[in-house]
């Protein structure tokens, strides 16, 4: 089934109202939905109170003109689920098809258990130096459904290979892999990979690399 990533950029006086929509997002209909916050890059320090992003499953095209009003940057990420697992809230939202080539974006979404919260934290910033110099990254940034302890990445990619060599052959994202079956850090966890079947609007709002690392 379909799924679209919404992202919006706010002017700063306008934050309030988009906290406001926020509350009111129970109110969209959709087979799944969920409406996040975001970082600048994948620390929690650098927490953007400007952008924000709604990931949504549908049988229908979708849309929210209350965020395009408040929006001055906006884009859509049109995406086909290619694997997916791990669940969401309880729920596996992303019924998985045929892999195809192309661009892909990879999404991880993480519920921390609050007493592993701080080993955690400790254990990624080698994994971000080495996604920050990634070759093939095009975008990438932290979502989250609460400051603390509900983290994950949006990252897009020129192709699946790739995606595939930083998450499986860079030493440091490999080195985590390992030690999350023993720390336990995670409540509830979920990858998934999708094919990009287009993008519409103002890609910076994606905090887009023009070529991608190289």
Same mark, same amino acid.
Request: proline share 10%.
């Given at each position: 089934m379909p799924v679209t990533l919404h992202v919006w950029r706010v002017p700063r006086h306008r934050i309030p109202a988009a906290w406001l929509q926020l509350a009111l997002a129970r109110r969209h209909r959709a087979r799944f939905i969920k409406f996040l916050g975001t970082s600048n890059g994948f620390e929690l320090k650098n927490a953007d109170l400007t952008r924000y992003v709604a990931v949504t499953v549908s049988d229908e095209p979708v849309s929210y003109p209350a965020w395009d009003r408040l929006a001055t940057e906006r884009a859509v990420v049109d995406l086909d689920p290619?694997?997916?697992?791990?669940?969401?809230?309880?729920?596996?939202?992303?019924?998985? #098809? $045929?892999?195809?080539?192309?661009?892909?974006? @990879?999404?991880?979404? %993480?519920?921390?258990?609050?007493?592993? @919260?701080?080993?955690?934290?400790? @254990? !990624? $910033?080698?994994? !971000?130096?080495?996604?920050?110099? %990634?070759? #093939?990254?095009? %975008?990438?940034? #932290?979502?989250?459904? @609460?400051? !603390?302890?509900?983290?994950g990445t949006v990252s897009v990619w020129r192709d699946a290979a790739d995606l595939t060599r930083f998450a499986y052959r860079q030493p440091e994202h490999r080195a985590v892999i390992a030690r999350t079956p023993a720390d336990r850090w995670y409540a509830e966890e979920l990858f998934a990979r999708f094919a990009v079947r287009g993008i519409t609007g103002d890609r910076s709002v994606l905090g887009w690399l023009e070529e991608g690392q190289t």
């Open positions: 290619l694997h997916s697992r791990g669940s969401w809230s309880g729920k596996q939202p992303f019924a998985t #098809g $045929p892999k195809t080539g192309g661009m892909t974006l @990879a999404l991880t979404r %993480a519920r921390l258990r609050p007493t592993r @919260a701080l080993r955690f934290w400790r @254990a !990624i $910033p080698p994994v !971000i130096r080495e996604l920050d110099q %990634a070759p #093939g990254l095009l %975008a990438g940034f #932290g979502i989250g459904e @609460a400051p !603390i302890g509900w983290q």
